[in-house]
Structures are given as C-alpha cells and as structure tokens.
C-alpha cells in the first residue's frame, strides 16, 4: 500500500511539473513570431532603401553624362560659326559630320530634344546654320534624320519639323550653289518617301506655294531647274500613291 501510495504520489508530481512546460512554448513562440515578423520587415525596408540608393546614384551619374554630353555638343555645334573657309575644309568638315553622326545614332532622342529647343538657350539658330552648310551628303542625312525622327510618346516635334523644313526651303530659294540645291533636293526627295512626313507636309498649303515658287524663279538656271522639276515629280508621284 504505501508503495502504491508512493507511485501516485511521484505520477502526481510528475504531471504537476508537465503540465506547465507546454504553456510556457507557447508563450516563447507567441514571444518570438513577432520578433521574427519585426525583423523581416526591418530587412525588408534595408533592402528599399538601398534600392532607392541606387536609384539615385544612377540617376545623378545619368545627369552628370547628359551634362557633359551637351557641354560636347554646344563645343561640337561652335564649328558651324566658322569661316566659310574653315567650313568648306572638307577633312574638318569630314570629322564634324562623324562625331554629329555618331551622336544622333547612340542618343537620338536626347540630341533631336536638344537640337530642337537649341535657340532657348544659346544665342546662335543652330538648325539654320545647319541648313546653310548643307553642301555635302552627311549633312542632308542629319536634316533627314531630324525630320523623320519620331519615339514612343508621339510626333511632339512635328511644329518644329515642319519649322525646319520651311528653312531648307528658303535655303533652296536663295542658294545658287550647285552642291548645296543638289544636296537640298535629294534630301526632300529621300523624306519624302516617308509616307507619314509626306502627308503632314501636304497638309501646309504654304510649303508646296513656295515649292513653286522657288520653281518660277529658277528659269535662268538649267541644273537647279532641273533639280527642282525632278522634286515636285517626286512630290506628285507620292501624292497619286496616297490617292489609290
């Protein structure tokens, strides 16, 4: 009996002490998942943060290179301010055109942006002095690439595109030199194949008038004469595509 009586007595004591160590994990773990949760969202704003870092550091070192991108160019664009004998240099002008060239076609978009709201910030129309040098092939293709530029948000430069053209027309009424109309009229003759230029072009009465008009006034000069002739056959077999 007394052995009996011993037994309950140690099974007693032995529940006794049992019982309290499963309440006691469930308060460690009640404890602990908040702490857990605490650390998981403080790893995740660390990680933000660092994100944003970078982020910023990219967009400082973006600026800085667009920065020293255009303090080239406003260097680059000085050439055109040259003499007329520094400009028909044709091993300068050679090199002008492949640096002008080499931009356009690893950052079009930021050097048409900038090419376009040049005269807001410096004191020379550089995309008229443009069209007075066009004399030579390479520059007529930089006109050309200008007009037909156009990117994902829409055609925002087409005032200015049609601006542009309007003064390669004006050059073209007034010049007399013969690589320059030769230059000018295959360049007209090349964007105009563009179908989407060629029809916001017609619609600008005034830019075909003075098509003609420039036509009228070149009778003493055959070869110019027949420069233009072969641009107004362009522009008329361009305007029998759009019609079928």
């Known amino acids: 009996e007394q052995t009996e009586k011993s037994n309950k007595t140690e099974n007693a004591e032995e529940q006794k002490q049992e019982v309290p160590e499963p ?20 790893k995740a704003e660390e990680e933000n943060e660092k994100e944003e870092e970078q982020e910023k550091d990219d967009e400082e070192q973006q600026q800085k290179e667009i920065v020293i991108i255009y303090d080239n160019i406003d260097y680059l664009l ?11 240099n044709y091993v300068l002008v050679g090199y002008f055109y492949k640096i002008l060239n080499h931009l356009f076609n690893s950052q079009q978009s930021k050097i048409v ?18 069209v007075k040098n066009m004399r030579r ?18 055609d925002e430069f087409l005032p200015k595109k049609l601006e542009l053209l309007e003064k390669v027309l004006e050059e073209l009424k007034e010049t007399d030199e013969e690589d320059k ?64």
């Not at 309440?23 to 403080?42: D, L, S, T, V």
């Not at 520059?139 to 690439?145: P, Q």
């Not at 030769?182 to 360049?187: D, G, H, R």
């Open 23 to 42: 309440q006691k994990n469930e308060e460690e773990n009640e404890k602990e998942e908040p702490k857990q949760e605490e650390n998981e969202n403080q």
């Open 78 to 88: 000085g050439f055109l301010k040259e003499s007329e004998e520094t400009k028909t």
């Open 113 to 130: 942006q900038y090419l376009f709201d040049y005269p807001k910030k410096n004191e020379f129309d550089v995309l008229g002095l443009m």
């Open 137 to 154: 092939k390479s520059m007529g293709e930089i006109i050309n690439k200008l007009l037909l530029f156009q990117d994902d948000s829409g």
């Open 181 to 244: 109309y030769e230059c000018i009229c295959s360049t007209l003759e090349s964007t105009f194949y563009n179908k989407g230029f060629f029809i916001e072009f017609m619609k600008v009465p005034k830019l075909l008038e003075l098509i003609y008009s420039i036509l009228e006034n070149t009778k003493n000069d055959s070869k110019k004469l027949i420069a233009i002739l072969r641009l107004l056959i362009n522009i008329h077999e361009n305007i029998l595509k759009n019609e079928e």
